[in-house]
């Protein structure tokens, strides 16, 4: 079975400053996605990012980037120039590859903090 | 990314009551939708998938006659909460799958529900 783990319950960050979020997994498979969720305090789960695992370019999206290390099987998620709305619960997904594999394995999560 | 909505946003009812949640794809036809419950800090539960035209799959430990999932139409699904006790307090959350954008997994904004 495939497991998420986030080693880091709560994080914080300054305002302006940048933070790297962990998450590893463990499968056996070759090909499958990983995901960056947000939930922030209205609690509307938000894709932050997506690497697809055959592809070796680490995704970015604006202020958010990945470092996957797919041999290690890890997967951070990297944010530069943290603003006071990044404040969130973090999850960290993975899903099977494959025609019918839609169902995510979640991890627990990390809380970030900003400080202004 | 894909658009879901969840109607109620939030509700609260009498123990023995039943609750019925909505959600809809606004942006496509959902033939995949899922329900996830999520207790306070923790992560996303998946309690089933729900199958266009088909009977929903539930997971493990998910009582099937006490959460009716009903997916008549390629855009809305319904969990049903029947007979709610104070225990079913939670915040339930479903998501549909974008075949266009690789399977993602988007997520509606959550029903917060409270059982006297």
């Known amino acids: 079975a495939q497991t998420v783990t986030q080693s880091q319950p709560e994080m914080s960050v300054q305002e302006a400053e940048t933070v790297t979020l962990s998450c590893t997994y463990d499968t056996s498979e070759s090909d499958y996605y990983l995901f960056w969720y947000k939930q922030p305090p209205s609690r509307q789960m938000i894709l932050v990012i997506r690497q697809e695992a055959y592809k070796q370019q680490n995704a970015t999206e604006n202020r958010f980037s990945v470092n996957f290390q797919k041999a290690a099987k890890s997967f951070s998620l990297k944010i530069s120039d943290s603003q006071l709305g990044d404040a969130a619960m973090y999850f960290c997904?993975?899903?099977?590859?494959?025609?019918?594999?839609?169902?995510?394995?979640f991890g627990k999560g990390t809380k970030l903090s900003v400080i202004p | 990314g894909a658009v879901v909505s969840q109607h109620p946003s939030w509700v609260i009812c009498k123990s023995g009551t039943s609750v019925k949640i909505e959600c809809r794809s606004l942006d496509f036809q959902a033939t995949t939708m899922f329900w996830y419950r999520q207790f306070p800090k923790q992560s996303l539960m998946l309690m089933a998938t729900?199958?266009?035209?088909?009977?929903?799959?539930?997971e493990q430990g998910v009582e099937k006659d006490k959460f009716l999932i009903n997916h008549a139409s390629l855009t809305l699904s319904t969990l049903t909460v029947t007979s709610a006790h104070p225990e079913d307090s939670s915040f339930y959350i479903c998501s549909d799958v974008d075949y266009q954008n690789q399977e993602t997994q988007y997520f509606g904004p959550g029903t917060r529900l409270l059982v006297l």
């Open positions: 997904a993975y899903r099977i590859s494959g025609a019918g594999s839609y169902q995510l394995t």
């Open positions: 729900s199958n266009e035209g088909s009977k929903a799959t539930y």
